[in-house]
């Protein structure tokens, strides 16, 4: 049973910052992709950033220079560092795995992490 659980969201004032954390626990043998989602009500899921096994990391335009993706490999962690945050970054932030569980590849989700952003 593989199991990704997110962590550090909040409420946070414009200009702010925050970091959210996701944590892979369950029978992993390996870890590929791992990514951020977050999707506003009422809107689609979009993709945030990605990082890679190796450690390269890719954005969506709207957070460049803002966020920061990076990753764990022995703990099977991904963070989030998200700077200078304003009011469109308000969303349910959902990270994503593509491990191998012991049996085939798949993509795992969390359950999500709130990130309310305030004027």
């Known amino acids: 049973q593989v199991q990704l659980v997110e962590s550090g969201g909040g409420l946070v004032q414009a200009g702010g910052s925050l970091r959210l954390s996701c944590a892979a626990s369950?029978?992993?043998?390996?870890?590929?992709?791992m990514a951020w989602y977050r999707q506003a009500p009422g809107k689609q899921r979009d993709l945030v950033a990605t990082?890679?096994?190796?450690?390269?990391?890719a954005y969506a335009d709207s957070v460049k220079g803002r966020f920061t993706i990076s990753r764990d490999n022995a703990m099977n962690t991904m963070y989030l560092r998200m700077n200078s945050l304003k009011l469109e970054d308000t969303a349910v932030y959902y990270c994503?795995?593509?491990?191998?569980?012991?049996?085939?590849?798949?993509?795992?989700w969390g359950q999500g992490t709130q990130v309310t952003v305030s004027s």
């Open positions: 990082i890679t096994g190796g450690g390269s990391t």
């Open positions: 369950g029978t992993i043998s390996r870890v590929n992709v």
């Open positions: 994503k795995a593509h491990l191998w569980d012991g049996m085939s590849w798949k993509d795992y």
